[in-house]
């Protein structure tokens, strides 16, 4: 019998409280009993925040993988059916081939829309009883209980605005769902109304936060506000580029002004209130010389666990690390073989290597030239094979990406291999740099001439899958960037904003904006994009980044038209996309499919324009 997505939520909440205290599971198939374990379950603040903590472990799981997204844009390659699943259930939301192509993919995420509704019924659960605690709390215990209600309404907030932002309209449902009844005919709600709703949680969060967590993994004011500033970034987006594909709304000018406006205050506070600062200030750190790897650049230890519960992390989810079930797999999927029998599923595109400008300059370097490595092609002046043309370039390069002759760590066995050289095409072979023998890596599935250093650890203890970084959802420097970009779009370039820019330029060691970069809205609109191509890189905002902006055209071509081929640094084409394309497929690319199985068992439930 096919099970109804009410049901889904309420799997969700069990699993996760099931998992955090193990004293409550099977919910959805007891009758008069179920009450019992509950009654018995809400007593105390402890109680309240083991709850809590098995709403951070659902909503974890449809965030800490936004890696894999990375693949709707232009600059990263997930390849084949990289399906990170759920520590918690074993099942995975995701699976589908194609699904992290830059095209094709709006219809294979209904895993991703009933998770996340998992996670929001998991929330409903923790504020529903926490509310009773709250009213018949006294003043001494009940700051600590509306604190935790705010922490379940921010992350429901954050589970919703994600809904919204892939789906459009979406049933908003504000308390738990005990029956499936209960929500089987429940339409879709309105993009504007459940956009105010996050806002009126991130409200509630804001309020009852305090102002810095003393706990790794709670959240605190600053993340309330950034998230509050995203979600009026976004509004303010749809808003002035228009939402075409989605029935029903009507851009407008006056409303994305306000919703810039709004946003840029949120982001200014998180910015001037709390004393935040970058990690290690911002600060380029050391680089090492090119074909070295003993000394990188700060911006790489900003990606290891060293940076959990630093202050630039405002957004984020913790992992448990080795023999917890909840360990991150950023090593398993972007490391190679060579690095703990890694698997390698997301790799950078060549494309992106063009994107990072020259320290000495501040802006970019000719054109590299894609050659075999044969011949000339080591030594020629610009040649993406000849390691020398990666010289001078923005220290994120080097601590993102690597490139021909750069080394690595490798790990076996939770030990450490020594360095290993990535060469192209050379898989575990011999060879001599400079007087020395080494074995190349094994980077099997690379198809571009480059791998990602950035989220791959460098250290030994830690399996490929047991990692316990905290994945940042929003981050410090992102708030630079998006009051940057909100106040451009309000009033043109200012000069707080122009200088915020420049400090997220400054880690990779470059100088500051040209005079020529800031010029007037559409330049400096420019200069952020790339600051957040480069500074996100990886980090799964891109997709959604060419979608607020309906920029899918402007990188893709237009519809029916040739299509752009993807390259590596042999120069061999390795894929075009959007070949062709006719304009139904930009639509579908514009917001996604409303799982079919889902308005099958909810018949007023409607479906996307384009998808009809």
Known sequence: MKRSIAKIYLIGAVVSLAFTSGCVKNLLDQKATVELPYAQFWKTEADATMALMGAYADTRYVFDRDYMMEGHGEYTRVRGMAAPTNLVTGDAYQGNSGIYDPTNYADKWDKMYRYLYGGVNRCNYVIDNVNVMIAAANETSKPSLERIAGEAKLLRGLCYFKLISMWGDVPYISKTVNDNSEVAKIPRTPIGQVKDSI??????????????????????????????????????????????????????????????????????????????????????????ALGKAEKLPNYFYLFMPVANGDGENLLYFTHGGTGTGQGEELMRNL????????????????????????????????????????????????????????????????????????MSIGLTSLKST????????????????????????????????????????????????????????????????????????????????????????????????????TADKATFFSAIEQERIIELIGEGQRGFDIRRWRAIERIWGAPAGPGVWRLDTHGGQITRYYQNTPERTYQQNYIFRIPPGERDRNPNLTQNTPWL
């Open 418 to 517: 020594g360095f290993f050289p990535f060469v192209y095409k050379s898989n575990s072979a011999p060879i001599v740099i400079d007087g020395v023998n080494y074995v190349t890596s094994f980077p099997d599935g690379v198809n571009s001439g480059y791998i990602f250093r950035k989220f791959v650890r460098n250290y030994p203890g830690l399996g490929r899958s047991e990692g316990n970084y905290a994945w940042p959802v929003i981050r410090l420097a992102d708030v630079y960037l998006m009051y940057a970009e909100a106040t451009n779009f309000a009033t043109g370039p200012q000069a707080d904003a122009i200088a915020l820019v420049n400090k997220v330029r400054y880690r990779g060691k470059l100088p500051p904006l040209a005079a020529s970069k």
């Open 335 to 406: 490391g190679t073989r060579t690095v703990e029998s890694s698997q390698l599923w997301v790799h950078p595109r060549y494309e992106i290597a063009d994107r990072y400008q020259l320290t000495t300059t501040g802006d970019f370097a000719p054109p590299l030239k894609p050659m075999p490595p044969t011949g000339a092609g080591r030594t020629t002046l610009n040649s993406a094979v000849n390691p020398q043309s990666y010289a001078d370039r923005d220290y994120r390069m080097k601590a993102s990406l690597i490139w021909d002759m750069e």
């Open 199 to 288: 806002l009126a949680d991130l409200n509630y969060a804001f309020e009852k936060l305090p102002n810095k967590s003393t706990e790794i993994g709670r959240m605190a004011k600053p993340a309330a506000l950034a998230l509050r500033g995203k979600v009026q970034l976004y509004w303010a987006s749809w808003n002035n580029f228009g939402w075409p594909e989605l029935a029903g709304f009507v851009p407008n000018a006056a409303t994305a002004t306000a919703a810039y406006t709004a946003a840029a205050d949120d982001f200014r506070k998180v910015i001037n209130d709390y004393g935040l600062v970058l990690f290690r200030n911002g600060e380029p750190g050391e680089i090492d």
